[in-house]
């Protein structure tokens, strides 16, 4: 199984001045191919970037088996970005915060089809065109909703404005079920079932994209919403801030 994030990052009120994070930096590493910068809550700058060269591939590996581990889950490394798929980074200071991997449909198929072949199938039926999110990690220091706000509304672009897609789908953990549906507006697309792999439940979830893109328009760049929405939403980018994200990852 490829789940998303076992442990679920805590996020608490910014207090006034920098938060000190505490994760392994590699400032003598270039960056890779950077898509946006910004300030988050703690006035920490932060940079959201595409995963190409190997030592970066490398830095983010590590990030997910060191995350994945801590709730006893196995992780294989990042494979070279492939086709169709692309990996994503959050960076500060030259140390990766966060990743996740967007991944679209294709002759390959799905990695989410190994445990869900006929809610895909039945998917693809309906003339839905899909994309998947797995291999989300978030370092354990991390207090910042704008973070992972951040990360998704990229890989929400990749798949809404880059691809054309209809929907995302991602197999999490039945007790983070709640939050995903809280925070980003997924529903439940299939029953928990036993994943073999890990000897652990799972349960297919969708994010209809069409509802994704109306609560971007509606919620995008409003950090002030937060407190009431509760959601991400308000975390994700502006809309001239999002179109310059387009605009570099035409260029990717």
Not at 138 to 151: C, F, K
Request: proline share 6%; glycine share 6%.
């Amino acid at each position: 199984m490829s789940p998303m994030v076992q442990a679920q990052p805590s996020f608490r009120s910014a207090p006034a001045g920098h938060h000190e994070y505490r994760y392994d930096r590699f400032e003598s590493e270039p960056d890779p191919l950077q898509l946006t910068e910004f300030q988050d809550e703690f006035d920490n700058l932060l940079k959201i970037c595409v995963v190409k060269q190997h030592a970066q591939r490398r830095r983010t590996s590590a990030l997910i088996e060191r995350r994945y581990a801590w709730r006893g889950y196995s992780a294989t490394p990042l494979p070279a970005t492939s086709d169709g798929k692309i990996t994503l980074s959050a960076l500060i200071d030259g140390g990766t915060v966060a990743t996740i991997t967007a991944g679209l449909d294709s002759d390959e198929g799905l990695y989410v089809s190994a445990l869900y072949p006929d809610a895909v199938g039945r998917l693809r039926s309906e003339g839905r065109k899909l994309c998947e999110f797995t291999k989300l990690a978030v370092d354990e220091s991390i207090r910042s909703p704008s973070i992972l706000g951040a990360i998704f509304h990229v890989a929400c672009i990749y798949a809404i404005e880059m691809h054309r897609c209809t929907d995302v789908l991602i197999e999490v953990n039945p007790r983070h079920v709640r939050f995903y549906e809280r925070m980003l507006g997924f529903a439940q697309a299939a029953e928990e079932r036993l994943d073999p792999e890990v000897n652990a439940p799972a349960v297919l979830l969708r994010l209809d994209l069409g509802h994704c893109a109306r609560e971007i328009e509606r919620l995008g760049g409003r950090r002030d919403a937060a407190r009431a929405e509760r959601s991400f939403y308000p975390h994700f980018f502006a809309p001239e801030k999002a179109a310059e994200v387009i605009d570099r990852l035409r260029m990717h």
